[in-house]
């Protein structure tokens, strides 16, 4: 029998099998669940921030398989608790859980906005569009108290460099101020992540996330006030989410959004094992099926990891996916190309103190 449900966080415990060789976490009141015991309910789960003060905070890439070359993750962790966040396996890397831990123990940097701009004030800094949100959301609940991503974004500002943004908050319109004069100057473009139409599926799936309705509402008020609203139906997971490819996209229509893309579900190292379990918690019935397609677009794996294919889902099964998709947001007016941002009104901040002299 499986266990009972963890309520309010996504991953349904904190053992997952660790990549590194370290030690198997032991079980602990403050990370665990609050699932009924013989003794009774559980300690409730408390989330706890950590402030890091980073050397650097703009990440460089090559990678030939998404559409920006760099990008800045204000937390490390993330309080949405989405069970198939692909980002989970970073905490590994700090001997913490990619499960319970990457969604109690969450880690900022609130010199984020002065690291950025040294880095944009140095001499040979070259413009290109920044991304944030591609690793975790930079607008879950920690950002009402750090403000980190509205310091970012200030110094965008500042400086008229271009900025995009993915989030599944609808706290990104208390920036609505900044994210306005952003896309007058066309140095901006918001992407909202919406995975299903159903609030309940929503809460399992991402419990602190917003619901699908604010964020549909969230897409709505970005196009109305002139900012490039995107929605990303992501991921897409088979026999669970599918079914509401073609609602979102006739929802996001109504509301204004011209431009829309898919992503098939990921499941990068511990994430599979966390998103097996949950699917033994939540659905049972059809753990094997939604598995056996996952397998079938990845060549008979879990997890497809390369360059060029791992954004590229294979099959019959993506192939009906990616058809539905194309129908519906070409008979939807989504099939348009995202903006490009403009690059060229870059002017390079001040530099403070001793880096004047450089």
Partial sequence: MPPPPLHGRGAQSAAVPQRFGLAAREVDGDWLDARDGIDGPGPKLRTVVIEEHA??????????????DRSINAYRGCEHGCVYCYARPSHAFHDLSPGLDFETKLFAKPNAAQLLRETLGKPGYKPAPIAMGTNTDPYQPIEERYRITRGVLEVCLEARHPVTITTKSARVLRDLDLLSELARLNLTAVSVSVTSLDPKLSGLLEPRASSPAKRLETLEKLAATGIPAHVSVAPVIPSITDEFIEGILQEASERGVQTAS?????????????????????????????MGIVQSVREGKDNDPGFFTRMKPLGPWADIFRHRFRIAAKRLGLNREQPILDCSQFVRPPMDGQLRLF
Avoid at 58 to 68: A, C, E, G, L, T
Avoid at 262 to 290: N, Q, S, T
């Fill in 55 to 68: 050397r650097t905070i703009v990440s460089f890439n090559q990678s030939p398989d998404i559409p920006f």
């Fill in 262 to 290: 898919w992503i098939m579900l990921r499941l990068p190292h511990e994430v599979a094992p966390l998103f097996r379990e949950w699917l033994d918690v939540h659905y049972p019935d059809r753990a094997g099926k939604v």
